[in-house]
């Protein structure tokens, strides 16, 4: 049976939503990780540790779902 072009157009949009909040939800647990792990006294303003931490943090994190993505998508063949 084939979907209505109506039904591909829902199933886009409940795609997209779901990649939305996907990201959202990751930064969101990058952004409380690295803050626990790099500010360790919280204070007006970020010192330049303070910030290499956070940046390296985040990278690594990225890096991180990059490899989980990949692994994915081998698995499913798709790459």
Known sequence: ?????????????IQQ???????QEFYQTVRDK???M??????????????????KCADRYGDSLKIVQNAVLEMNGIE
């Open 38 to 55: 790099c500010i360790t006294k919280p204070s007006s303003s970020l010192t330049s540790s303070d910030q290499q931490c956070l940046a």
């Open 1 to 13: 049976m084939a979907s209505s072009p109506n039904e591909a157009q829902v199933m886009q949009q």
């Open 17 to 23: 939503e779901m990649n939305v909040a996907f990201v």
């Open 34 to 36: 690295c803050f626990k």
